[in-house]
């Protein structure tokens, strides 16, 4: 039965609350200096170790757009949505052995830091805008948006907005002390996180295999869950047909079957995972071991994440399917799939609702801390330091540096306030990857080029980012009008708002793929050589026993995975 919040459930939460952030304090003394120094604000130099660094990446990474999008994705299309995940932990193995190295020896701090010194200070102004808009209008809304709509949830009442500013709040509090101390309390979020989403799972488990009289437990409940929703245990959609339900199309729309694999799921992670300050962040103050050592620990936890986020999403659908839930499925007066998770956490015992709570909000505020935090690292550094005033001190530099924090923290609360971007009806988890699916080809394609091809010039590398977002514009809204709904590059499907649509993983793959072309065609006029490519030395991607086991031991895992639900 559905229980409502008690005061063991608040005084779990309010216990957590009070011990991260008292944590957060004691981070912040221990390690504080006289006069801290940007690069340890921003990077927290050398304090990292690698299952912080792991962690770090994962609890700033499993936010509200995982426990709420992805569950909510998860009731509409099932385990397939685990590929955004399962594809993740192979291309953190890719960033470890092959960015990292590149990005260490270049001695950077931010990703725009690295353009400037592969390209030109141009391409690096006109990157650093593009993210700080990207983070900020898409990012941290979406995730204050779907965390507080999923709390408010829980809580009842009139407590959304009241909701978004405690969350601002918290993460402001901890985001404040730097890199060190987000780094290191996002341990603690992420055991919570872990603790959390797995005693939710199992409920939800429990759930399933009560509702039809199988006697509880969680393993009779998955066993359920795959005998009432078949169609939600597979990896890859078929191509639709002339007599394919639109509901089938909508989920080949989300996620285009084997195409997927061929394009757009390879572009999201590596620009997400390698080329985003965000995460790279955790990692660029460590030496290469330690930093490796820690992204493919983050990517072995990846592979857990599905549990966790995708499971009870899969139980909601097959609750709802079968006349339960109906009522929190609908809790906003509308039909949402993303009300899939708070609608399980309801019905959690007392106690362990306030413990999921805590979790859910640690993801939240994990994901903002982090977010901001790369905000105002990307504007210090790269706009302020480097146009505004370049003769700022170290000092100075940490105090704009926190003033950057409070103004995204605003403007996010803003945009959240009356669902200015329109979030809940685009869903959270698939607003995200389209929306930074614009540019995300364009610099995927400015990155790798960048550093393992010594002709890219920084005028290919220009025209490739904004021709990259244009191409993405034009595939993804105009494409099926001017060249067809049918052609040898693309099929565009019904979207069921009277218009024709190609899948936007699709569109990314051949944004992509002309991005390339056209900047390799651009590079061959120029030297052979640019004056500013990359040195990469022999025996730099050489890697240790322990990494080699780490990547063979994911890659076993995954192997294992997709052979069981493909």
Known sequence: MRN?????????????????????????????QAEQTTKDYFLAEGSLTWWAIGASMIASNISAEQFIGMSGSG??????????????????????????????????????????QRYNSTLSLIMSVFWLFLYVLVNLTSILYLGALALSNLVGGDSFHVIIVL????????????MKVVGYT???????????????????????STKFGLGGGALTGFNALMEKAPDHFHMIFPKPTATTTQVEIDKYLSLPGI?????GQWIVNL???????????????????????GILFAGILKLMMPVIVMLPGIAAYVLYQNGSLQAEMSSTGAFNSDNAYSAILTFLPNGLKGLSMAALTAAIVASLAGKVNSVSTIYTLDIYKRYLAPEATEKKQVWVGRLT??????ISIGLTWQDALGIGGEGGFQFIQKYTGFISPGILAIFLLGMFWKRTTATAAIVGVLAGFAMSVFFNEYAPSVLGNETLLYTAYPNGKG?????FLICMGLSFMFTVILMVSISLTAPAISSRAIDLKPGLFRVSRQTLTLIVITLLLITALYTKFW
């Not at 009070?18 to 504080?32: H, L, M, P, T």
């Not at 397939?80 to 192979?90: L, M, Q």
């Not at 924090?405 to 605003?410: D, E, F, N, Q």
């Open 167 to 178: 969350l601002a709040l918290f993460a402001l509090l901890i985001s404040v002390g730097g």
């Open 4 to 32: 409502p919040l008690t005061t063991l459930d608040l005084a779990v939460f309010f216990f957590y609350l009070i011990g991260v952030s008292a944590y957060g304090y004691y981070i912040y003394r221990s390690k504080q």
């Open 259 to 263: 195409a997927m694999y061929l394009a």
């Open 75 to 116: 009731f509409k299309v099932g385990v397939a949505v685990a590929a955004y995940e399962w594809v993740a932990a192979i291309v953190l193995i890719i960033v470890a052995v092959f960015f990292m190295p590149v990005f260490l020896k270049e001695k950077i701090f931010t990703m725009p830091q690295f353009l400037e």
């Open 499 to 503: 218009g024709l649509e190609i899948p």
């Open 405 to 410: 924090i409070v103004a995204a923290i605003v």
């Open 271 to 293: 620009n997400y995972w390698g080329c985003n300050q965000y995460i790279t962040q955790r990692a660029l103050g460590a030496d290469l071991h330690t930093a490796r050592t």
């Open 186 to 208: 996002d341990v603690v979020q992420v055991v919570v996180l872990v603790v959390g989403g797995l005693v939710t799972t199992y409920i939800a488990l429990q759930l399933v």
